[in-house]
């Protein structure tokens, strides 16, 4: 991960190096520790962040154990944390202890964004009382500015680490290994650098293509269906970030915000389109595929049954992917495993099953003929026709490779 940051050269006395070098650490839980482990790693002065669990009782501090339905609520679950160890000549305890409150949304309970449950708590996990005395004054200082800006109260959980569990390998530097993994943004927007109480940080919506839904600040029942039924699912390489309708400084929306949800497709921080109030799946995704796609041939694939050229370019490169899942272009869902892939000598990607659930068939008569259309689930669009000639009298799923992108199998998957 981060490497250590020290101005002292390597051929400097030893004396030297240790008044250069006060290594300290703490652990914390924002949310889903992918993006907190990536997060801290880019700060100046952090020698490492490993992401692990924390403070449970009574269950396995395995990322299975703590995600099961049984687990969900269980007070006594692990948290999802990260140790930062780092340079304290370099980076103080209050610096790190800002970029957290301002990275995630600390007034919600057992969630962050559409992750939901007691792992995904809020938490500052000491270790002596100096440590205690830096979180608390950090935490009334940003509680002020919340308040300020019309949040609620702060969540955090300020206590003694009692044990820290390394998270199993897969998830160490994910984001590093999987730039395109989860990575929601849950932050509130609220800086200490506010001189307002008020400023809002939208650096990253200003960047390539984003999905931007605003919410409202209190309980909003046609935000909580569209979690539900679309964005708790989603993961598409498309980013979404949530806001509120005070929160959207530095951005050029045309559409009226008043209604929740609504839905912005930013590029580079400019309103393509938006739509007022609560979409079906259907509708969403064909929206995202007009903004992701455009008029291009993948587009009339998805979304007006066509069908790729015969060997196409993506054909060329999936037809002997390594071990892994191809994914829905758009929504992200995992449709089919190279374990059931095999080559049909067609020039189309023929596999002998779906992966259980991803798909559904349609009849479809067109062009004189009578065939099963295959369907992602997840988002409508076309993927196919399934035939009857697979091997050793299998079926034969024949699929469009640009319909799909191609997710590595990780290792201890």
């Given at each position: 991960?981060?490497?250590t940051?020290?101005?002292?050269?390597?051929?400097?006395?030893?004396?030297?190096?240790?008044?250069?070098?006060?290594?300290?650490?703490?652990?914390?839980?924002?949310g889903?520790?992918?993006?907190?482990?990536?997060?801290?790693?880019?700060?100046?002065?952090?020698?490492?962040?490993?992401?692990?669990?924390?403070?449970?009782?009574?269950?396995?501090?395995?990322?299975?154990?703590?995600?099961?339905?049984?687990?969900r609520?269980?007070?006594?679950?692990?948290?999802?944390?990260?140790?930062i160890?780092y340079?304290?000549?370099?980076?103080?305890?209050?610096?790190?202890l800002?970029?957290?409150?301002?990275?995630?949304?600390?007034?919600?309970?057992?969630?962050?964004?559409?992750?939901?449950?007691?792992?995904?708590?809020?938490?500052?996990?000491?270790?002596?009382?100096?440590?205690?005395?830096?979180?608390?004054?950090?935490?009334?200082e940003?509680?002020?500015?919340?308040?300020d800006?019309?949040?609620?109260?702060?969540?955090?959980?300020?206590?003694?680490?009692?044990?820290?569990?390394?998270a199993?390998?897969?998830?160490?530097?994910?984001?590093?290994?999987?730039?395109?993994?989860?990575?929601?943004?849950?932050?509130?927007?609220?800086?200490?650098?506010?001189?307002?109480?008020?400023?809002?940080?939208?650096d990253?919506?200003?960047?390539?293509?984003?999905?931007?839904?605003?919410?409202?600040?209190?309980?909003?029942?046609?935000?909580?269906?569209?979690?539900?039924?679309?964005?708790?699912?989603?993961?598409?390489?498309?980013?979404?970030?949530?806001?509120?309708?005070?929160?959207?400084?530095?951005?050029?929306?045309?559409?009226?915000?008043?209604?929740?949800?609504?839905?912005?497709?930013?590029?580079?921080?400019?309103?393509?389109?938006?739509?007022?109030?609560?979409?079906?799946?259907?509708?969403?995704?064909?929206?995202?595929?007009?903004?992701?796609?455009?008029?291009?041939?993948?587009?009339?694939?998805?979304?007006?049954?066509?069908?790729?050229?015969?060997?196409?370019?993506?054909?060329?490169?999936?037809?002997?992917?390594?071990?892994?899942?191809?994914?829905?272009?758009?929504?992200g869902?995992?449709?089919?495993?190279?374990?059931?892939?095999?080559?049909?000598?067609?020039?189309?990607?023929?596999?002998?099953?779906?992966?259980?659930?991803?798909?559904?068939?349609?009849?479809?008569?067109?062009?004189?003929?009578?065939?099963?259309?295959?369907?992602s689930?997840?988002s409508?669009?076309?993927?196919?026709?399934?035939?009857?000639?697979?091997?050793?009298?299998?079926?034969?799923?024949?699929?469009?490779?640009?319909?799909?992108?191609?997710?590595?199998?990780?290792?201890?998957?």
């Amino acid at each position: 991960m981060a490497s250590t940051v020290v101005s002292a050269s390597l051929k400097a006395p030893d004396d030297e190096l240790r008044a250069t070098y006060k290594k300290q650490s703490i652990v914390v839980g924002a949310g889903c520790f992918w993006g907190v482990e990536k997060m801290f790693s880019k700060i100046p002065g952090v020698i490492d962040v490993v992401s692990g669990y924390a403070n449970g009782r009574g269950v396995d501090a395995t990322y299975r154990a703590i995600t099961l339905p049984s687990n969900r609520m269980n007070p006594n679950n692990h948290a999802e944390v990260v140790r930062i160890t780092y340079n304290a000549n370099v980076v103080n305890l209050r610096s790190l202890l800002e970029s957290f409150f301002e990275y995630h949304d600390p007034t919600q309970v057992n969630r962050q964004g559409n992750d939901l449950g007691t792992q995904y708590r809020s938490m500052i996990l000491t270790t002596d009382d100096e440590q205690e005395k830096v979180a608390s004054e950090t935490l009334k200082e940003y509680q002020k500015l919340l308040l300020d800006a019309g949040f609620g109260q702060i969540a955090t959980v300020i206590t003694s680490l009692t044990h820290f569990t390394a998270a199993e390998s897969y998830h160490q530097d994910y984001l590093q290994k999987n730039p395109n993994g989860y990575c929601p943004d849950n932050s509130t927007g609220i800086s200490f650098d506010s001189t307002l109480a008020k400023t809002i940080t939208n650096d990253t919506l200003l960047e390539e293509k984003q999905i931007l839904i605003i919410e409202g600040s209190g309980y909003c029942p046609y935000c909580e269906k569209l979690k539900n039924n679309i964005t708790s699912h989603y993961a598409g390489p498309i980013p979404i970030s949530f806001r509120t309708a005070s929160q959207l400084t530095n951005l050029k929306i045309k559409t009226p915000t008043w209604a929740t949800p609504t839905i912005i497709f930013l590029e580079e921080g400019s309103e393509v389109f938006g739509f007022q109030g609560y979409m079906e799946p259907k509708d969403f995704y064909l929206a995202l595929g007009k903004f992701a796609l455009g008029d291009s041939k993948i587009y009339q694939v998805a979304f007006e049954n066509g069908t790729d050229q015969r060997f196409c370019k993506e054909y060329e490169i999936f037809k002997s992917a390594k071990e892994g899942i191809f994914v829905d272009k758009l929504s992200g869902a995992g449709l089919f495993d190279t374990d059931d892939r095999f080559d049909s000598k067609t020039g189309w990607l023929s596999f002998t099953k779906p992966i259980h659930g991803a798909v559904y068939e349609k009849r479809d008569i067109s062009y004189g003929m009578i065939r099963t259309e295959i369907r992602s689930v997840s988002s409508d669009i076309h993927l196919g026709h399934v035939f009857s000639d697979g091997p050793d009298g299998s079926l034969r799923y024949c699929i469009n490779a640009t319909v799909l992108d191609f997710i590595p199998r990780t290792p201890n998957e």
